[in-house]
């Protein structure tokens, strides 16, 4: 083994650096505060039911090859469920007492006509919006964002003839769902990301995969076995009060008990609104360091319903125009692994009734409102679109908000977001916060992790490439949208 590295943090960052630092040889041991990992990625046990629900809805798409390689090292890559058809419902004037859903799928055409049969198909948008809404996705494939940095997402669609009915029924509804901002907080920059790697670049990279287990199973015991085989190691309720400084290198780790742990390397995998605190003095004052503290958050909700009765056999749903996001099915499709030594198949939980969860996205009404009037606005807006809601008695609701889920990706945030390697030299930043060129994502936060890792295997002499590829770009792509 070789050379000693210490992980602040056991969210998704922290996890992928020591996932790929210990496979290299390099001892590894992540300091994590709370009892769990994950992160923001994590689950609790709600009293009412008993049972294990997450913060929030993680899910991930085709085009997060690195976030599919890290599953794939620690052995989760089976707990997802590929939904390879996207279920759409329109606005609430086009309902007319019918749910109306549409379907989103791949025909056989090569990207980026892969979807178009789909496209056109979509009810809710006229025949005029969906040529000005191929208009808009072929200008934005080939615009270069870097001349245009200054600009939200919103003014770029209104110069480039996009009407509001377009904006608001395709372009807010991908953006929101992805980025959780609104559209006049989004750049041009990480906008042309979303549907460029998802949508147009290849044919499977808007396919989403969804966790069939609690966020807990995902980065629990199965991921503290791996790291702990491969003589990494984990230590849970140890929180950081600072990192030690001396000659201009990072000498140890004050922990809250007072115990002070040494080590050759570091990295720093807190949220950017902890880095500051967590970093020496002569640190906090440079440039670089005030520029993290001027990334903006944007919130997450998510409503967790418990119905007597299923309302439903859609898996999911996406909602146009409406409060509710989305919708996610979670009645009988949650599944925990098996005890230890068993097999890797995953055996069906039943659940104490019928649950669902609705996610909202830039939900920065929702935090300013009573609890009970969100919840009141979801059940009105599934009653109008099911029916069948009103005969379901309720038998427990809970609202779950994450104030602070991602960084908001405005226009010049690309500038505020720092490389992986400090000004320290011994000391990494990791955290989808950090340069990856990916938004506020599961991808980001695990390629900032391989991006560190890479760091410190160059510094012991191990050069290694960690960061995987992206998805290949289709011939047709290439001719048609100069990609």
């Known amino acids: 083994m070789g050379d000693e590295t210490i992980i602040i943090g056991g969210g998704l960052a922290g996890l992928a650096a020591a996932t790929a630092l210990v496979r290299h040889g390099v001892r590894a041991t992540v300091l994590e505060s709370r009892p769990r990992l994950g992160g923001r990625a994590s689950s609790f046990v709600d009293q009412a039911t008993g049972e294990t629900i997450d913060n929030c809805q993680h899910v991930t798409m085709g085009c997060c090859t690195n976030f599919r390689h890290f599953c794939q090292t620690v052995g989760t890559d089976r707990l997802f469920r590929i939904e390879r058809k996207l279920h759409f419902v329109g606005p609430p004037e086009t309902l007319n007492d019918v749910i109306r859903t549409d379907r989103l799928v791949s025909c056989w055409l090569p990207a980026p006509l892969h979807l178009l049969p789909s496209f056109r198909r979509l009810s809710y948008l006229s025949n005029d919006d969906k040529r000005s809404l191929a208009r808009g996705l072929r200008r934005l494939a080939r615009c270069d964002p870097d001349t245009e940095a ?10 480039n003839g996009q009407s509001d009915t377009v904006i608001e029924r395709f372009w807010h509804v991908v953006i929101i769902s992805a980025l959780s901002e609104t559209l006049d907080q989004v750049s041009i920059r990480h906008a042309r990301k979303v549907f460029v790697d998802a949508f147009l670049a290849n044919r499977h990279g808007w396919e989403v995969s969804i966790p069939t287990v609690p966020l807990d199973v ?37 922990l809250r008990s007072g115990e002070v742990v040494s080590a050759d390397q570091f990295v720093l995998a807190v949220p950017h609104t902890a880095v500051k605190a967590l970093l020496p003095e002569s640190m906090q004052g440079r440039s670089e360091i005030q520029r993290i503290g001027r990334l903006g958050t944007a919130p997450i909700a998510s409503i967790h319903l418990w119905f007597d009765r299923p309302f439903t056999k859609l898996p999911h749903a996406v909602f146009v125009g409406h409060f509710c996001q989305w919708m996610f099915n979670r009645s009988n499709s949650q599944e925990n692994p098996k ?45 109008a679109v099911w029916p069948t809601v009103a005969e379901a008695k309720l038998l427990h609701s809970r609202l779950v908000i994450e104030h602070d889920a991602v960084f908001s990706a405005r226009p010049g945030s690309d500038d505020l977001r720092p490389a992986q ?37 160059r510094h012991f002499g191990k050069p290694t490439r960690l960061v995987q590829p992206d998805l290949p770009v289709g011939l047709l792509s290439r001719l048609l949208l100069n990609l």
Not at 152 to 158: A, D, E, I, P
Not at 233 to 247: A, C, H, N, P, Q
């Open 218 to 254: 995902l980065y629990g015991e199965r991921l503290q076995k791996c790291i702990n085989e491969q003589g990494g190691r984990i230590r849970l309720k140890t929180g950081v009060r600072r990192l030690i400084e001396s000659d201009n290198l990072i000498s140890g780790v004050e």
């Open 421 to 457: 390697q400090s000004p320290i030299p011994n000391l990494q930043f990791a955290g989808d916060w950090t340069a990856t060129g990916w938004p506020a994502t599961m991808e980001g936060a695990v390629r900032s992790g391989y991006l560190a890792a890479e760091n410190i295997l």
């Open 150 to 159: 200054t600009q939200s997402f919103q003014q770029w669609l209104t110069k």
């Open 339 to 383: 005890a230890e030594g068993s097999s890797d198949v995953a055996e069906v939980v039943s659940q104490p009734g019928h649950y669902y969860q609705i996610v909202i996205s830039a939900a920065h009404d929702v935090t300013q409102q009573p609890r009970q009037s969100s919840i009141g606005r979801a059940l009105a807006e599934l009653t």
